[in-house]
């Protein structure tokens, strides 16, 4: 038989779980493959549609991992739920920057990247039908956990006439009662807006009146501007009593590839986890725990120079599109702004357009959910030049005069 021959399809079919045809569509996938395509023709395209910070970890944490590559003890299994170490070492953060008290052994855990718990989470809390809402727009994979759970998801409108935030006195009676878990995300992907805590306050007591648990995605909390440090939703009276939060090391430190990230508050919530994930991982290499400890407990100046970069290109981005027309707020948090389309276009057609034309990426709102039709996604994750001449590129197809 021939090495081609070897290649053949099953002998038998292959069963398929029925959870899987429930999946969402990988939206990200699509957006890196249409970008690539481009760039395979031979085109310089600015990608701006993408989230995964473009400078390297700070050198002071490579070079604890190079250190603790080197010591016997991290190769061996870690402990199931990791190291003591590194959830004192979140726990510390958490009462520096936000004068929040976290137990670390029963009120912290680690995680394979926030993505993790965001799946996970829907499968440990829900069981099939029962629902969980979900902003709209908001980051796909809150849907692929739902999905997983064999769950239902009811949106939250996210509305500008709203700041961006959910109106809990538009959902319905039937799905208030009926909800289990609910997503929140501020700093927001992709609306790049912000929460207060009196909005913290009130979700709080939401909660508690209609007995659902509150998931706060926390990843872009170091992310704030014009002087103002994002609110954590654990820094609300009485937000342990009803959800967790979760805190990833992918923005604030440039650690996305390194996958650590924490769920955090709820100590019954947090055991639920721990115990699914015993059943999943060993948990994460130890130099990488030691590592992501002195990310947390080291200078934090990395942090401070971080967020005045992405100020910085916001401003100088920002200043840019104004200059062809384009008008919108500037973002108050993360690293994403969240534009209007020009009348007469779809998200999609848009984004499509300013791609094949201008060969600058960006992602088309309704890929965030139906509310985010309308609207366009950038990242400043390239350099200011870069962002410059991309504003100069989409400038030319004069489509804001």
Known sequence: MTNSENKSSSAFPIPTAHVMSQLPTQFFATLVQNVNREIANGHDVINLGQGNPDTPTPPHIVQSLQQSAENP????????????????A?????????????????????????????VQLPQVLLNPGDVCLVPDPGYPDYWSGVALAQARMSFMPLLQSNSFLPDYEAISAE?????KLMFLNYP?????????????EDTVEFALKNQ????????????????????SFLQAPGAKEVGIEFYTLSKTYNMAGWRVGFALGNAEIISKINLLQDHIYVSLFGGIQAAAAEALTGPQDCVTSLVARYESRRNTFFEALSTIGWQAPKPKGSFFGWLPVPEGYTSAAFADILLREAKVAVAPGIGFGSHGEGYIRIGLLSGEERLREAAERIGTLNLFK
Do not use: M, W
Not at 73 to 88: T, V
Not at 91 to 117: C, M, N, S, W
């Open 73 to 88: 003890l991290y190769h061996k299994y870690s402990p199931f739920r990791g190291h003591s170490f590194l959830k004192e």
């Open 175 to 179: 799905d208030r009662h009926k909800a």
């Open 90 to 118: 979140v726990a510390q953060r958490y009462r520096e920057d936000y004068h929040v008290e976290l137990d670390p052994e029963t009120e912290v855990a680690i995680l394979f990247g926030g993505k993790t718990g965001l």
């Open 188 to 200: 927001n992907n992709p609306t790049s807006a912000t929460a207060p805590l009196s909005f913290y």
């Open 212 to 231: 659902i648990v509150v998931a706060s995605d926390f990843a872009y909390g170091a992310i704030g501007f014009d002087g103002h440090r994002p609110v």
